[in-house]
Every structure is written in C-alpha cells, then in structure tokens.
C-alpha cells in the first residue's frame, strides 16, 4: 500500500475560486489547475491539512487555508515562483475576511504566516509516499 500521511480534509466536491496570481500559462497537475486569469480549480478528492499552527480549524478558516495550501502546493512543486508566496498570503487574508474571520484572529494569522511558513514553500518540504507494511 502506498499513501501520504498528514492530511486532515478532503473535497467533497471541486472548488473553483479566482485568485491575484495569474501564471504566463495554465499550470496543471493531477488535483490543481491555475489558469493564466488566476483561477484557481482544486479538484474532488484533493486533501489538506486545514489550518496549521496555533490555531483552530473553524468555518471561517478551512476554504482560505485549502486555497492557502493549493497555491503554497504549486510553489513547492515549482511550478510557480517562489515571489508569489506574498500574493498567495494576500489572498489568504482575504478570503478569511470574506468568510466572516475576526479582524484580529486575521491579523494574528497573517502574521503567523509570514513570520513562519516560509518552509512549507520549500520543495524540499514536499510530502513522501510511504510504503506499509
């Protein structure tokens, strides 16, 4: 049996949101598409790890940090630059504020990120199939 460990969520049902970040060409690979209009479409099935940190996963969290960790996905892949992580943080803080988060939880957040999640960008950082038994 081959799987990847560490994920909490996984879609139900696609999910197709527009992002700042508009690449020269459609990037594309088994669960992401990024168009070259910044939309951004994460297939059914795609898994992530919800919010990390020290934080709690809440309504108001868990579409940004799906976007949030797509976009951060295609970083580490290569895919996109490693200067769209501050656009990808942009629009983090902007989906918590229009999913309803409290300003200072937001604040607190985007902070955190920046401060600390320049790793999560790193492909060195992307995640290992493992084998059991």
Known sequence: MKFVP????QLAKAEVTKTSIQPEETLTTEWLMLDMDGILTIEKGY???GP????????NS????LIH???YQLI???LLPPYHRRAADLDLDRILKEDGMWSLRRWYWIRGV????????DPDNVKKVLDAP
């Open 6 to 9: 560490g994920y909490k969520y």
């Open 47 to 49: 898994a992530w790890d």
């Open 52 to 59: 990390s940190g020290p934080t709690y996963d809440s309504r």
């Open 62 to 65: 868990l579409r940004a940090s």
């Open 69 to 71: 960790d797509a976009l």
């Open 76 to 78: 580490r892949l290569e």
């Open 114 to 121: 920046r401060w600390f999640a320049s790793s999560a960008i």
